[in-house]
């Protein structure tokens, strides 16, 4: 019988001085899974090695090497690997400024690209990344490919299907309840009597809207925090004090589940090149 593979975890995360970005992140699994969770970002995906599948809005996608996938913000998703050797990822998180709120429903029915202009243009984002000094570079690449997005992803608003009709207002609220609170937190108790609900009927209401629980969603806009505020130097246990965990511990389990290295770790991986300072978490 074969030997069987050792588990890999390589990651390596910075905080370019590009705007729009708020996050570069490049990662090597083989058997790490990604739970349901949500970024507050853009998240401009490309896998160079083996294929990852995930659900978002409840349906199944897939990235084979030749696709772009775009995941909106606050959308939840999964994530885990599609063949037996895992996969090879590179990641940039993108803010509002490049990508507007309108797009949000057509990456949603179509999160992945097939495009062999746009692959070559983020690979290229990548490359220019990776390089301190070349900053206006990458401003110049990301523009092209801001472009490229916005006009693969606006006929889709017209003629794929009608417009979508907003989210029930009850789920809308609570979410903002939770954004606005993301360190201090939230008890359910509280956000029933500020919207005049009965906690579980919000909890149902969230849940069914975003398909993920109020208090994964809190979770996971602590942990989008916290990887900032690491990558930016913040030893893990004042990012915890800061993100509104209990404790190093409280953040260190849901980092963990959410990111699949430990912050401390996830901290000690930030560099200005993958090829320079990538870290084994085997």
Known sequence: MAARQPVTQEVTAWRPRVPGVTEVFHAHFTEYAYPMHVHDAWTLLIVDDGAVRYDLERHEHGTPGDTVSLLPPHVPHNGSPATADGFRKRVVYLDGTLLGEDLIGAAVDGPDLRDPLLRRRVGQLHSALARPGDELEAESRLTLIGERLRGLLRPRLASERPERPPGPALARSLRELL????????????????????????????????????????????????????????????????????????????????????????????????????????
Do not use: W
Not at 209 to 238: C, F, K, N, T
């Open 179 to 282: 954004d606005e609170r993301v360190a201090d937190g939230l008890a359910l108790e509280e956000a029933a009597r500020l919207l005049h609900a009965h906690p579980a009927h919000l909890v149902r209401a969230f849940s069914g809207a975003y398909g993920i629980a109020p208090h994964q969603y809190l979770m996971s806009r602590r942990v989008g925090r916290a990887r900032r505020l690491l990558l930016d130097g913040v030893p893990p246990g004042e990012t915890a004090a800061a993100t509104g965990f209990y404790d190093q511990a409280h953040l260190t389990r849901h980092f963990r589940k959410l990111v699949g290295v430990p912050p401390g770790r996830y901290r000690d991986s930030a560099g200005p090149s993958a090829s320079a300072s990538t870290r084994s978490l085997t």
